[in-house]
């Protein structure tokens, strides 16, 4: 791995000095793609045989070994066996191959089928390989629903922690505390002689200017204390386990490789780390890093079972599952979470997939609701109870919201890229654990007066969800005389409520822009969706004024009179449809999560509006724009490549270029063969009939050639410089004093995909979507012209956004 | 169209004859498919030049014209334009290239695109082109939400019509008549002496034996007549518009073309017939048909674009999201029924397309509850509240519950294929009226005396949905001295209830088998759902009756106690899982149906069970075995291809076969292409360097090699049979005293999909599936071999699974 001048080992995720997680790693990305990946144009890599080894501290995303590749006369080899060790594998930062390792999966599945009628252990083998899938779900569901159900429970004790302590145990929280004393009441469930506040442990009084410094400092510094373990552990054990994970996971979903990634380090880090940042009072949520801790835990289990050990493929089908699984434990909203899968995170999904996210979203449902961290034997984390039929005229308002949120989610993804940008970019970024202090700092500071800030996000969500009945007392319910609850004049306490929630909103509107892409675990979903309340719930609050004080008016005729205006509803705000370009998914998980079923209608609405007003400022979602920032090799699915270019204009070598570097099947020697791997920089070369002709024979990858040529030298006898390499099925006759020639048929891709010189570039981008290629190669009349691989076409796609092509893809 | 021997005209879709509506069709679809179709396998079949054109009665699935194909030198061509009419056509029962419409799609857009900035009008027409995809999607949601509400008011009168008349005026039903009569009370909500049961209005006494006969046999004359009337409009004027209609829209959606299968007589008959089938009491839902309904509006409604009427792959997209607004109406489940579409129809579902089946199904839910046909402003069909959370010990039954599904659902398919087989291949079929009135009569007979089995499908499934409440008289909450709700023994009444629903589950179970699949419209899920919420009822009332009288034992401990048993909870029985092998959309359906949100976990647990179950009998779903039945060339997406057979197992020519038949690039006359064209079956030819070489340049069409030269003959000067042809760029110098060329480079396909012969088939398979590929040429060190085509993939995946290939593919 000590290839250019980057050493990168696994100690990397144990002490890791500098001051940017992101940044070092995608240098590092940045030196591997130039390194390993297919281009035409990047540095020579000396590739040691034997680099291939797994590293001890990543511990996820290593494809060990595994069979050879299933075409041609290579299925005459047990492809459960491995041919040589290393063949078939991928490097740290490179593409994986999707065609052939959906083809290895099946090699391995028929092998399995064929051998399972010769015996009952063989049988048996193979059942339990037919539901080794179904059981590594179960075990996907019960780890991270068990993950999830700690984290709920350790936040709230954390968030509890900043305001005071019980003193029966330090480790009740608030609510927990006063359920466990006899002298609470109903009515003032949240107060009881055991919990509390620190200026009341300190000074001894709970009332007065004194005793809110104190508890306003202690806020701060338990904050910032927070705050400081989270970015000093993510620095210190696992750079990986920072931001949301989610532009990663679509990244490493999409088929590349990013080893440690999704590793036990990464796994533990960010389950503590999370339970801090959340705790910490930061404008943060745990949807993504939810996700991505379910993919640790379905990576770290997918190596239990070979089948997805051994299959980049495989693997991936798990983690598309691992994602639904997240969000299901995030919201408790499993059908939301195969949803999101499906629609926002995943490249490949079969049919076969959804089942399975289906199944592993249930039983982690299953496992946190039994874990009952809200103590309500509710899946439901916000629970509404509408039942009346809703009004056309309050579609209107909830179009009115459904703008808001796209306004707000095209000025967040602007805001929000433009400070990441220039973290990268200038010395801010060196400084990440003062940056998360400041803003630890200043959010605990704007924080504690706002009543409505200072509680966490969940909180305050559940609050601004909350139906006024006739014996509430919170501020938001202080209307005058309420005679019926359908009609009635705000009061002063709503006044001053109002007033705090318009602050809140702008806060957190501020906050959020600084807070997503900090060294720390940071989620979007649940502020987005506490900025979608607060303005929910000031709009649904208006319109209530307005109704009331204008009954006349003629919108409002038949509204009013048949049941009163409801500002409730509006809070059912799904606001991050702007933000991340979910629709379906978004609405499903805010119906899950609030069982408003009857409002599907409106919620739509508000969502497509929502999603068309943010796209007409840019068609990028929040994920996507971290993806570009970061330069990962990702073709977005959804976007259609609109421009006339044909393949002949994308491939390589251009005109200019120094000609392809292909191989002959036969008559290069292993001299020439070696030569020719060391002068190029080429991870992959055609194989010919001969220069003359130049006909296309198949493909054989660098890695593979060189681990054969080096594992030949060292084992077979009389292979030396001088013996012919042969790619042909039937050696040719050598002469009787030459050494005996290299037969390499084995590894040699027989199937390599071609395209023609005229084939239209659209065309060839949705093969490459589609089928998951690497890269293929060009022909003109059944004559070699050139290569295209995933990186060319990225880079031709920059060219043509008017983007430098080398800049934006490995910045 | 008068090839071999079968004369198919539009009077077909008007005058329709024989007894078998489908069996005459597919007799068509395989004379079709045997002529038109790219197999090397099939009889000369003389295009007509302008027999492309499109015929009157069909109005569906017609490809009128299209631009060019969007490669090489055509890109200069105004793909708006028609180069030749019918160049890029496709015949009836021929399979679309995927690749080729998307491609051709994208030609269009970026010419719109370029040009919009030339002027305003082009700016204008750029972006009523970009919105007009929403702008049909809104006119599919409307239309269908009107249709779909039309049919529910009709339906419900109709049903009505079979027990009594409202005097005040024939066309209320029952409730409305109620509702309109001022001597309705509270209690009795359905008497009123304007509503009058046939008895009433002919004996004058509504009680009695004799008024029971009169009754019973008014009953079967409504049925029949509703019956025959449906059966007979069918025949008479839409064939097509008999069955559930999924599998061929399945097919459809798969790329194949079925003319008139989606035009406005099948529509305008679906409709009525469809009324007239629910209304005769036959055991029959309408959600399949409503899919049907839906699909004929958009694709009638495509018609008003020219994007979509000229774009085989476009409209696709339209269809997918009209199927998702047919489930959408059906049950009132927008968010069902994108998935629905997702997961059940679709073949090519982009992110796109779930977007826009969104917003269709948002409009049509929407329209559908501004008509209101149930009265109860809800979109929701069956309403259910339940708010208790569910207990562990309850899985038990859920799952029980799944196993019986599963069990159900297998044996349901089995026997209704049986059946189905039978009637194909018996006399039986030439007796569709007669078969249909029979069943219709059997289950008039034997529906009446049972009242769970006389009122239609919806209203039993909302009857066993139903709580009871201490008021309720209904018959199933016949419980003896009711204390208190959670903790009774059951009466008298509940006993007889009991027994009429144990005999209604096997009445249910038997006529459905032989009901699905007759010459009327039908639709399986409504019965299915039936039979499952009728076990659900049973075995719910017997596991409250064993926990009231075994109170200590242990798996009732801490159950009743906390809550008492609940009966009711089990209905929400999504039995159709065994039938259909839905998952995540019927559970989404179930909880959009009934608003069982707390119930997700333990119905994805019923679902998943009964999946399992059932797939443990075979993998099939109904549609797919339906699918099979017919031989419509659909490659199916779920199931993977697993098998080791290479592309040169299954290409064409075998090697008893004569060689491939193929043009080359110069060289051939007018006279000798026509001679090969004449002399073949094929409906496309690859084109060569030369026949030495066999080096592979292009792929023609026989349909735009006929078109062409035909066309050329009779508008260029000088083409003659000893013109040459030409598919160079440039055109090779020809004697001076010869005639001119025949310069056809235009219509050539440049970018054929190629493959090496050493390419497993299963990646074969899959480049199929998610290219959409109508062809595959196979290549040996880029020499042509051979050719693959769809049919070939699914011959031999028939050989494979043992069945004979021709007959099944084409039964």
Redesign the interface.
């Known amino acids: 791995m000590a290839a250019c001048g980057f050493v990168v080992s696994s100690a990397d995720h144990f002490h890791f000095n500098t001051a940017e997680c992101r940044r070092l790693r995608v240098d590092d990305i940045i030196a591997h793609l130039t390194c390993v990946s297919l281009s035409l144009s990047c540095l020579p890599l000396p590739l040691l045989p034997g680099g291939y080894e797994v590293h001890a501290g990543g511990g996820g995303g290593v494809a060990r070994a595994a069979g050879v590749n ?3 006369p290579s ?1 005459l080899v047990d492809p459960l066996e491995d041919l040589l060790p290393g063949v078939g594998t991928y490097e740290d930062f490179n593409t994986i191959d999707w ?1 052939r390792e ?2 290895k999966d ?2 391995r ?2 092998e399995i ?1 064929n051998k399972s009628r010769r015996s009952t252990v063989d049988l048996l083998i193979s059942v339990s390989d037919a539901f080794s899938g179904w059981l590594l779900m179960l075990l996907v569901g019960l780890m991270s629903g068990a993950l999830a159900g700690g984290i709920d429970i350790a936040a709230h004790w954390l968030t509890d922690m900043k305001e005071g302590v019980c003193l029966i145990g330090f480790w009740f929280n608030h609510e927990h505390c006063c359920w466990n004393s006899n002298e609470t009441t109903f009515q003032e469930r949240d107060r009881c002689p055991q919990w509390q506040s620190w200026a009341e442990l300190i000074t001894g009084t709970p009332e007065g200017a004194f005793a809110y410094i104190v508890n306003y400092l202690m806020y701060i510094f338990w904050a910032l204390l927070f705050a400081f373990l989270a970015v000093a552990l993510v620095r210190a054990f696992a750079p990986y386990a920072c931001g949301s994970g989610i532009p990663e996971i679509k990244t490493i979903l999409s088929g590349f490789i990013i080893r440690g990634y999704l590793g036990k380090w990464t796994l533990i880090i960010k389950t503590i780390t999370l339970v801090l940042a959340v705790s910490s009072g930061l404008s943060l949520g745990k949807e993504g890093p939810l996700v991505h801790v379910a993919c640790c835990c379905a990576n770290i289990l997918c190596h239990l079972f070979t089948k997805y050990r051994k299959n980049e493929a495989k693997r991936r089908e798990v983690l598309s599952a691992a994602a639904a699984v997240g969000v299901s434990v995030a919201f408790g909203a ?2 939301g979470g ?2 999101f899968s ?2 926002e995170v995943s490249y490949y999904f ?3 997939t ?2 399975r996210s ?2 592993a979203a ?1 039983v982690a ?2 496992t946190l ?2 874990i009952n961290p809200f103590g309500n ?4 984390l916000f629970y509404v ?1 509408f ?1 009346a ?1 809703w009004h056309l005229v309050e579609l209107a308002p909830f179009i009115l919201l459904g703008i808001f949120g796209g306004l707000w989610g095209a000025l967040f993804i602007r805001a929000n890229i433009a400070w990441c940008r220039r973290r990268k970019t200038t010395r801010l970024g060196h400084y990440a654990v003062t940056e998360v202090l400041v803003v630890a700092a200043v959010t605990a500071l704007l924080a504690f007066p706002n009543s409505y800030t200072r509680m966490s996000g969940a909180e305050l969500i559940s609050e601004l969800f909350n139906d006024c009945s006739l014996l509430d007392s919170s501020q938001l319910c202080g209307y005058k005389q309420v005679r019926r609850l359908a009609d009635r004049p705000a009061g002063e306490g709503l006044y001053t409520a109002l007033w705090q929630l318009a602050l809140a909103l702008v806060f957190k509107i501020l906050i959020t822009v600084i807070t997503f892409g900090m060294k720390v675990p940071s989620g979007l979903f649940i502020p987005s969706m506490a900025v979608g309340a607060i303005a929910g719930r000031l709009l649904g609050v208006g319109m209530e004024q307005l109704a009331y004080y204008h009954h006349d008016w003629f919108i409002f005729k038949g509204w009013c009179e048949t049941k009163g205006s409801k500002p409730e509803m509006f809070r059912l705000n799904p606001l991050g449809g702007g933000v991340t370009r979910m ?2 998914s978004l ?2 998980i805010m ?2 999560l609030t ?1 408003g ?2 409002y ?2 409106p919620l ?2 508000a969502t ?1 509006t929502s ?1 068309w007003v943010a796209d007409a400022f840019g068609r990028e979602g929040i994920y996507e724009a971290h993806i570009r920032l970061n330069g990962y090799p990702f073709l977005e ?2 976007e ?5 270019s044909l ?1 002949v204009d994308v491939m390589r070598p251009r005109r200019s270029d120094p000609a392809l570097a292909m191989l002959t099947q036969e008559g290069m020697t292993v001299g020439e063969v070696e030569a020719l791997v060391e002068s190029t920089r080429y991870s992959g070369f055609p194989v010919v ?1 001969s220069q003359e ?1 130049q ?4 493909f054989v990858l660098r890695r593979d050639l060189l681990i054969s040529i080096d594992n030949a030298r060292k084992r077979q006898d009389g292979v030396v410089s001088a013996s012919q390499v042969v790619f042909t099925e039937h050696v040719p006759p050598h002469a009787a004093d030459g050494p005996p020639p290299l037969r390499l048929r084995g590894i040699m891709d ?3 995909f ?3 010189d ?3 570039m ?2 060839t981008v ?2 490459f979507r ?2 998951g290629l690497r890269q293929c190669l060009v ?1 003109h ?4 012209l050139g290569i295209i691989t995933k990186k060319d076409i990225l880079k031709h796609m920059a060219h043509i956004a008017n983007r430098d092509p080398d800049s934006i893809l490995f910045n």
């Open positions: 299933g075409t041609g299925k065609v959906k083809s099946r090699d599945h028929r089928t499993p059908i195969v949803l499906l629609e079969p049919l076969k959804l089942w289906f199944f249930l449902a299953f609701r039994s034997s509710r899946l439901v109870e039942h039929p629709t379906v609405v499903v119906f899950e069982g079923l009857e599907i209608v739509m609405a497509m999603k699915p959804k259609e490549f609109d421009h006339s393949a009939v002709s006909r296309l024979v198949g027989l199937s390599p071609t395209v023609t005229h084939t239209p659209d065309i949705d093969i589609k089928l022909t009349n059944g004559k070699l």
